[in-house]
């Protein structure tokens, strides 16, 4: 037999033997974390985080506490004190793109001034090209049919592409900084292209960036090889890019990225760690989700314009016997956002502008059906209160990617090319204020066994 059949076929003997035995001793009563008050996914009982650190990076804000009692309040998202939608409305209301200028505020603390908003662009713009044998021999060489994967694994080669990789100081750290939160975008381009030529047999097309483009419009002409772009699209995806750029120290991915920090690893292991949690589909994958959720209901409805029956189907959803039986409607529903997410209502509103110029505004209407009756179907079905249920910004990204032309493998390296400014800026301060490793505890609910010799276990 070949060898390689032969492993195989010792590795399922294997896998059909012990499965179950694995599945058992994972397993222990849920009813373990309550008899002993354990903090299960680190949220008290009433769904808030618990508290585990400091931040002056980013406030995520969604309910108060009056008299010992939680209360629903409009969401908010502060980065460095600014109020998102501050943020947000100057670029519109200026007419600019404002993502590098809020990398600028998350990693310095403060507004840059004209002349250093300039500079820092300039500096952006000139280490964004990679280094050949970088290119070459860590995406193209090895394409990944996961871009998360080849992005994580492109951030550990980058450590053996830096002449000071250990070096734990603030200047070596901003340093290390700057030059992923440029680059970020043209590996993940790269990436793209790569796994669309060689996996999917497409032509090779890569595209070097322009220094005098900003991220936004840069990952738009290497995704398309061309500026065949317009205005409102390019600063529609800086918008979600600022969207997406810090969400507090509490989110999975920034918290990972804490935390691995906390044991003073290097910056690109952090990264690396960041991007794992990222992937899934319970935090950065969720827009993915909502895309396949959204593709469900259409195969499954000729009308979706037909209120009554979308509903239905959202029911369906809810009770697990449709889309893929979790329960879950996806888009809707937030860990610390109860009656509004800030960033879904920014995004929605200019959603709404380039559905009007693309001709598509029965589709954004099926989304704001999908969040209005989804909501009435949790509350009618699953009795969650109205007060704590809202869209989030996973519901219209995804969307908004789509009329951009942005292909869905994409969706989530976006998110991660964005907070990598949040996590760069967390990583300094976890190491600059930090000072402890982070290290939680668990209580052991095991029972007490007596060692057996080999001969007497049967």
């Known amino acids: 037999m070949d060898r390689k059949l032969a492993l195989e076929a010792l590795e399922n003997e294997l896998l059909n033997r012990f499965t179950e035995r694995a599945q058992k001793a994972g397993y222990f009563d849920a009813a ?12 008290n009982a009433d769904g808030s985080g618990v508290m585990v650190g400091l931040t002056e990076i980013g406030e995520v804000h969604g309910y108060i506490y009056e008299e010992g009692e939680k209360r629903s309040v409009e969401g908010r998202l502060r980065y460095r004190g600014y109020d998102i939608r501050d943020l947000v409305n100057a670029g519109i209301q200026q007419d600019r793109f404002i993502f590098e200028e809020v990398v600028f505020l998350l990693l310095f603390s403060e507004l840059p001034t004209a002349a250093e908003l300039k500079y820092f662009s300039e500096i952006l713009g000139e280490l964004r090209p990679l280094p050949i044998s970088f290119k070459e021999d860590v995406i193209l060489r090895f394409p990944s049919a996961n871009m998360m994967n080849l992005l994580a694994r492109s951030v550990l080669f980058a450590y053996a592409f830096d002449d000071n990789p250990e070096d734990n100081s603030v200047k070596n750290l901003l340093r290390q900084s700057v030059e992923l939160i440029a680059r970020f975008p043209v590996i993940a381009s790269y990436a793209y292209h790569g796994m669309m030529h060689y996996l999917h047999y497409q032509n090779l097309n890569l595209t070097r960036p322009d220094p005098s483009l900003s991220t936004a419009e840069n990952i738009l002409y290497q995704l398309r090889g061309t500026k065949d772009f317009t205005r409102l699209e390019a600063m529609l995806l800086d ?14 991915s920034t918290f990972s990225l804490r935390l691995v920090t906390s044991a003073l690893t290097d910056t690109y292991s952090a990264i690396a760690a960041a991007l794992g949690s990222l992937k899934g589909v319970r935090h950065g994958g969720a827009n993915i989700k909502v895309r396949e959720m959204v593709q469900d209901i259409r195969a499954h409805l000729s009308d979706t314009s037909d209120k009554a029956r979308l509903k239905d189907y959202l029911v369906k959803i809810v009770k697990k016997e449709a889309n893929d039986r979790t329960g879950l409607i996806y888009g809707l529903g937030h860990a610390v956002y109860t009656l509004s997410d800030p960033r879904a209502e920014l995004l929605r509103e200019r959603a709404r502008e380039l559905a009007r110029e693309k001709g598509r505004e029965d589709e954004f209407e099926f989304y704001q059906s999908i969040e209005k009756l989804g909501k009435e179907v949790l509350i009618e079905v699953k009795g969650i ?6 869209a989030n ?8 990617y789509e009329m951009l032309g942005i292909p869905e493998e994409m969706y989530t390296p976006l998110f991660a090319i964005a907070r990598i400014a949040g996590w760069c800026a967390h990583r300094i301060e976890e190491i600059v204020s930090g000072g402890k490793i982070i290290r939680p505890a668990y209580k052991a609910v095991m029972t007490n066994n007596v060692y057996k010799p080999l001969h007497e276990r049967g």
Do not use: Q, T, W
């Open 393 to 400: 910004v996973d519901l219209y990204s995804g969307f908004v």
């Open 239 to 252: 918008m979600a890019l600022v969207l997406h750029a810090e969400h507090g120290g509490g989110n999975n």
């Open 32 to 43: 373990l974390y309550e008899k002993y008050n354990v903090k299960r996914g680190l949220r």
């Open 385 to 390: 209160p109205e007060n704590e249920i809202c």
